[in-house]
């Protein structure tokens, strides 16, 4: 099939065409004016879209919110996974900024604060009886696979102390962290199974801490995954920072948990004149930062030092507190998710 040429258009003269170009040139010229004031600052050019700009939300602002950088969160469709849905402020769990009479720390009359737990409660039963005998508010740090776990449990809150899981978690190098511990290589699905079945173990307690856990406290992966199985509970996460490398104060905040860390470990040199040392030690920390968290052991020389130590005048100034008490304290002061309706 013959495809037909188009008929070339004949070309007309007229003036239209030099008055276009005229014109043309006249915006032209007036388009580099423009630029060039507006580059030397005569007037404001309009806002340009950027990629970089972060993107301005409707209806509420968070001017701060917890700090997810170090948490090596895996990334989804171009967010990290754990931010991809919406904060929702008023059902968040993150503190509100608070007036400044309501935070504890701002309160000069609040006296220095210390806060003794006591870990591997459980298998010795006289010991456990004799720390909840000690005449300080404390917390207990129960053993989930201990016999006796419940109804020391239960005695232990009935004196006015609080209770914690004390979780069995894998430790850089051979030693044994009991049974049912949390170790890196378990399935999400046993890490979580190991975490609800050892929070049943131990009723009443309003959270845990590590038992060992060298390793498994530097994995933030394996650790998030294991709380997250009662992250619901909102339980308070003690860190007993076994590891300098620890990630555990990190992932519970990510959660949105309570979370405190300690300071000094009393015992770690079974010496009376050691443990004498870091009581002090205690006591100065408290007085200069207002609280200090130490964490023993129910060995007998622990004990016995403690109770002589008790014994002693000197101490009305101090104020004994349990985990959860100083958790909730410093929970409240935090600066935490400050909102505010947009105008």
Partial sequence: MTRLSPTPLKARHSAIPALAGALAAAAYLLGAIVFSIASKGGFPMPAMASADAPAQHQGVRVSRARNFDSLDLPVVGGQTAALATP????????SPVLPESAVPSTDPRRRPQIVLVIDDAGLDVAAAERVIALPVRLTLAILPY???????????????????????????????????????????????????WAMAQVPGAIGLNNHMGSRFTADPRALRVALAAISHENPLFLDSLTTAASRGGAVASGLGLRSIERDIFLDHDLDTVSIRARLDEAVALARENGFAVVIGHPHTLTLETLEAWLAEPGRSDLDFVTAGELADQLHMAEPGLQASLSE
């Fill in 87 to 94: 904060i929702d402020v008023a059902s968040s769990n993150m």
């Fill in 146 to 196: 201990a016999e006796a776990s419940g109804p020391l449990a239960v005695r232990a809150r009935a004196s006015g102390h609080d209770v914690l899981l004390h979780m069995p978690m894998e430790p850089v190098g051979l030693a044994d962290p009991g049974p049912n511990a949390l170790r890196i290589g378990l399935s999400d699905a046993d890490l979580q199974a190991r975490m609800r």
